[in-house]
């Protein structure tokens, strides 16, 4: 009898280590992709290509790709060591370093319910995450400090590091140019501003397609993108 039961045990042994292997073979499989809307705020570039930036004082800086990955993420749950559900879920990366040594991240993942799609942003260290489907964004990371929503069954909700006071609006063009565009991410940074140098990126403009169009320094100097 015990002979039987220990090969029973090492038959089941067998079977869930099969099952389980890093979401192989799972019972269902879930897939997750950005809407086409949304993916157009990545930017057409691929990696080596350049843009200029200008500041008010006319001196320049240029952007080059160094970036360019798209891939699904994959991720599963497991019962019993049997692979229940295994979900994939698109992912897009860019990067860009500029020849001051800043570097600029765009990247996006698709909605995994009850997140919408979203996008994050980094400018020279400063950096924040945008839900589109709730208008809201929900992470900020700084130099000075990490600020945090918890996402529940009723949306964002405020987590024990605060309130996130910085802001994103949807611009259709930018104040103060001639330059033409017609849908611009605006991002605001306004936490932590007692501990800000003149350096501090407090302001992002992205626009949809062309990526990085102006940011503005907490000494009040602006870089624009040239034509």
């Known amino acids: 009898m ?12 067998l079977f869930l280590s099969s099952c389980g292997g890093e979401g192989e073979n799972p019972l269902k499989e879930e897939y997750y992709y950005l809407e086409e809307s949304n993916k157009d705020w990545l930017t057409p570039d691929t990696p080596g290509a350049i843009f200029i930036m200008r500041d008010i004082n006319g001196i320049a800086s240029s ?5 360019n990955n798209e891939t699904l993420g994959k991720s599963w749950s497991t019962f019993l060591g049997i692979n229940t559900l295994t979900t994939y879920t698109e992912e897009c990366f860019q990067s860009y370093k500029s020849s001051y040594g800043m570097v600029l991240g765009i990247s996006m993942r698709a909605n995994s319910p009850p997140q919408g799609d ?5 400018l020279d260290q400063v950096g924040f995450s945008y839900d589109f489907d709730f208008e809201t ?6 130099p000075f400090g990490y600020k945090n929503l918890l996402m529940t069954d009723k949306g964002y909700e405020l987590h024990d590091d605060g309130k ?6 949807i611009l259709d063009s930018l104040p103060g140019s001639t330059a033409t565009y017609e849908e611009l991410l605006h991002f605001t940074l306004k936490d932590f501003a007692d501990q800000w140098t003149d ?6 403009y992205l626009d949809k397609e062309a990526g990085l169009v102006k940011y503005v320094l907490a000494s009040g100097i602006s870089s624009e993108r040239s034509p």
């Open 164 to 169: 996130i006071l910085s802001t994103v609006e």
């Open 118 to 122: 979203n996008i994050i942003i980094s």
């Open 2 to 13: 015990r002979s039987i039961i220990k090969c029973l045990f090492l038959a089941l042994s």
């Open 63 to 67: 952007f080059r790709m160094t970036g």
């Open 199 to 204: 350096f501090t990126v407090t302001e992002i």
């Open 137 to 142: 964004i929900y992470s900020l990371d700084t």
